[in-house]
């Protein structure tokens, strides 16, 4: 099983490598690893989860999304995930979801309190009726996925329920260090917790690769 990159060693290869990083590249990983590093120094799940989805939004997010309506999560996530497994070399993405997740992958799909079409049900929106059978259908999405070892397909799946995940812990949709859904916090916390440091870590090994441009620039 592999262990997760610390910030310390991440770090140590920025440093080494930062002056012959663009700027738009340099300002990512910076911003990236100062919020993987605040994550750390969390003692509660729901503070990593946070710290490290922050970290997540400054390696990824391209100021296109800002431009436009936004689309869906999985859409918006998939051209990342296909970039940063295509440039993984050591398989390191691959191996997690595998060896490391799989067990919490398979039992966060399952979890209905963290797909977008339940909770639009559940408060009324119309439209939405059909939301067990979309969740069964979206399961064996995955599931075809998972037995095919479509890593992309599966990483999009994992990161949309993710986003709901996400959602409620931004805008108050739950309490902190509740007893309830603890784990889908905890184990959606280690899932970025493992990744999201090897994303940044294959970006600084590529970092001529056109990552997009951040939205929100340092200004003078």
């Known amino acids: 099983m592999q262990e997760p990159l610390k910030h310390a060693a991440l770090k140590k290869k920025q440093r080494t490598l930062r002056d012959d990083f663009p700027e738009t590249m340099g300002l990512r990983v910076h911003r990236a690893l100062s919020w993987i590093a605040r994550a750390e120094e969390a003692e509660d799940a729901d503070g990593r989860f946070i710290f490290l989805w922050i970290a997540f939004n400054a390696a990824y997010a ?3 999304e800002f431009q436009t309506i936004a689309p869906p999560a999985r859409e918006a996530f998939a051209d990342f995930f296909r970039k940063v497994d295509s440039l993984d070399p050591g398989q390191r993405i691959y191996n997690a979801i595998w060896e490391n997740f799989s067990g919490p992958i398979r039992v966060l799909m399952k979890n209905r309190f963290v797909f977008y079409a339940f909770w639009q049900h559940y408060n009324g929106m119309t439209g939405h009726e059909d939301w067990s059978k979309r969740f069964y259908k979206s399961n064996h999405q995955f599931i075809d ?40 916090v905890r184990d959606g916390a280690a899932i970025l917790e493992f990744l999201v440091p090897v994303f940044v870590d294959v970006m600084m090994d590529n970092p001529r690769e056109d990552w997009g441009r951040p939205f929100y620039p340092v200004v003078p």
Do not use: I
């Open 62 to 64: 391209d100021e296109s």
């Open 145 to 184: 996925a998972f037995k095919k070892r479509d890593t992309v397909r599966v990483l999009s799946n994992v990161f949309d329920r993710l986003y709901v995940l996400r959602n409620q812990l931004v805008h108050g949709g739950s309490t902190w260090n509740s007893d309830v859904n603890r784990d889908q």
